[in-house]
């Protein structure tokens, strides 16, 4: 299998003199048979700390409400504000340090998720993976004949112990090869006949 590095992304030596740090990040595909690339761009490295951000996942976590009710619930001296302001920097601590150690680093997580995805991704073309996809297929063809064979007996049965006959008098069964193969297709007996046969 020849694969073509298509998936590129290019900048002038100005964009380069402009930002000291870049990243390309190569996310996975989902429409397209190429990967969107997603750049992120700096004139230099920040040393102000990162602004807290509340990630809306904690809230659905069971020891969330937990947290939140024992840092609110400590005791600080003060005015009205002033503790509320308090409380509010002691719940973003604590919440950054349950974030770590609960979630641990989501960048790198989600860095590692999209590594996975691409290398399933890249084994779907594989031998291997297309022999598993066409037991499965197998399979599920084997389940579906299954089912149209026991479909086919009851109809079978049905015609039999109705004693089923054409207008002639000739009975259905003499041309019963027709009517399984038609069952087998999934053409089981139309309405027409059910009502030609119960009229």
């Given at each position: 299998?020849v ?7 290019v ?14 990040v ?6 397209s048979?190429h ?8 004139a ?9 951000r509340?990630q809306?996942?904690w809230?659905s ?8 009710r ?21 719940l973003?601590?604590a919440?950054?340090?349950w ?13 590692n ?17 297309w022999h ?7 399979s ?8 149209v ?24 069964f ?14 089981l007996?139309?309405?027409?006949y ?6």
């Amino acid at each position: 299998m020849v694969l073509s590095r298509l998936d590129r992304a290019v900048c002038s030596h100005s964009f380069l003199a402009t930002y000291s740090h870049i990243a390309c990040v190569t996310l996975p595909r989902s429409h397209s048979d190429h990967h969107p690339l997603l750049i992120s761009c700096s004139a230099g490295v920040s040393s102000n700390p990162r602004p807290f951000r509340f990630q809306g996942m904690w809230v659905s976590h069971p020891s969330f409400l937990n947290l939140v009710r024992s840092v609110w619930s400590s005791s600080i001296a003060g005015s009205g504000s002033g503790i509320v302001v308090q409380k509010l920097k002691l719940l973003k601590k604590a919440l950054r340090r349950w974030n770590w150690e609960l979630f641990g680093d989501i960048a790198l997580n989600v860095s590692n998720a999209n590594e996975k995805v691409m290398l399933i991704q890249g084994r779907i073309g594989s031998e291997d993976l297309w022999h598993e996809a066409m037991r499965v297929v197998f399979s599920t063809q084997l389940k579906a004949l299954w089912r149209v064979s026991i479909i086919t007996i009851f109809w079978v049965v049905w015609f039999l112990r109705n004693q089923v006959t054409f207008e002639d008098g000739k009975p259905i069964f003499a041309d019963a090869l027709s009517l399984i193969w038609r069952s087998v297709r999934g053409r089981l007996p139309s309405v027409w006949y059910y009502e030609k046969f119960n009229g």
